[in-house]
């Protein structure tokens, strides 16, 4: 899936709820996270975020790395 990293932390723009096919992208108390089960990787979130926080799992820059994890523990603590 694709994730949501720090650069959303306390900005929250939420262009890439709108552009979402699957409804698959969620708000939490400082950041936005996407569902991992949910997201069909189609990618359109991506290129909407004005704060490039957005990436493809794989490609997440390393000092972002804990992010995957920050996205998946987010819906397991629900
Ligand atoms: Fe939604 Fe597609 Fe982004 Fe996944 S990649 S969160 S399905 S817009």
């Not at 694709?2 to 552009?19: F, G, L, Q, R």
């Not at 997201?39 to 990436?55: L, M, Q, S, Y």
Request: aromatic share 12%; with cysteine.
């Amino acid at each position: 899936p694709y994730i949501i990293a720090e650069p959303c932390v306390d900005v929250k723009d939420k262009a890439c709820i709108e552009e979402c096919p699957v409804d698959c992208i969620y708000e939490g108390g400082r950041m936005l996270y996407i569902h991992p089960d949910e997201c069909v990787d189609c990618g359109a979130c991506e290129p909407v975020c004005p704060v490039e926080a957005i990436f493809y799992e794989d490609d997440t820059p390393d000092q972002w790395s804990g992010y995957v994890n920050a996205n998946v523990d987010f819906f397991d603590d629900l």
